[in-house]
Every structure is written in structure tokens, then in C-alpha cells.
């Protein structure tokens, strides 16, 4: 049974730092481009950012310069790394995966596994 399994979020200060981890499972992900996308209350899911097999990395403009995804060799564990933290960073933060290697990987609809979610609260 294929899992995506994320961790890391909490409640944070602006101008503070979270790291995210995605555990994959299931299957062999190392040929796989993982993402990650958030949603805030009320919105769209949006694409932040994705790296591909690789370790070729793209960022949403929004949080370029701030975040940075890293994935290890295996392919298992995708984290993003999240610096100076803004009010409009807080959102449900999801870990997805998705087989091909040719994007685009802001698409949401290319990404085949998704998993449930981790809260990202960040605080004026």
C-alpha cells in the first residue's frame, strides 16, 4: 500500500523556521518528481515546490529564496525546509508524488499519490 506520510507542522512566529518531512512508502519512489503543495482555508491547493529525480529543484515565486525541498538518495524522504516564515505561509501543507520526470511540476493533476496533510500555522 502506497503511503505519503508528512510531519513537522506547528505554530510558528513570523520570521521562524519549520522543516517538513514526507515519509514514502509503498513503493519505489526514486524515479518519481515529489512536491510539495499547500491550501489555506478557503483556497486552491497551490504548488510550492518540487524536485525531480534528479535533483533538479522549482519554486512557486512566492516562496522562492525561502524554502528549500531536498529528497535523500532512495528516494523515501522528500523535506522542505522553510526560513523566515510569513503570515501567508499558514496552509495545510501536502507531500505528493508524481512518475513522470518531464512536469510541469506546479500541476497538480500529474501527481498520482498525496498524503494527508500537515498544519502549517504561521503567527503575526
Known amino acids: 500500500q502506497v503511503q505519503l506520510v508528512e510531519s513537522g507542522g506547528e505554530l510558528v512566529q513570523a520570521g521562524g523556521s519549520l522543516r517538513l518531512s514526507c515519509a514514502a512508502s509503498g513503493r519505489t519512489f526514486r524515479t518519481y518528481t515529489m512536491g510539495w503543495f499547500r491550501q489555506a482555508l478557503g483556497k486552491e491547493r497551490e504548488f510550492v515546490a518540487a524536485?525531480?529525480?534528479?535533483?533538479?529543484?522549482y519554486y512557486a515565486d512566492s516562496v522562492k529564496g525561502r524554502f528549500t525541498i531536498s529528497r535523500d538518495s532512495a528516494g523515501n524522504m522528500v523535506d522542505l525546509q522553510m526560513n523566515s516564515l510569513k503570515p501567508e505561509d499558514t496552509a495545510v501543507y501536502y507531500c505528493?508524488?508524481?512518475?513522470?520526470?518531464?512536469?510541469?511540476?506546479?500541476?497538480?493533476?500529474?501527481?498520482?499519490?498525496w498524503g494527508q496533510g500537515t498544519q502549517v500555522t504561521v503567527s503575526s
Open positions: 505528493a508524488a508524481q512518475p513522470s520526470s518531464s512536469g510541469p511540476f506546479y500541476a497538480k493533476d500529474l501527481y498520482l499519490y
Open positions: 524536485i525531480s529525480r534528479n535533483g533538479n529543484t
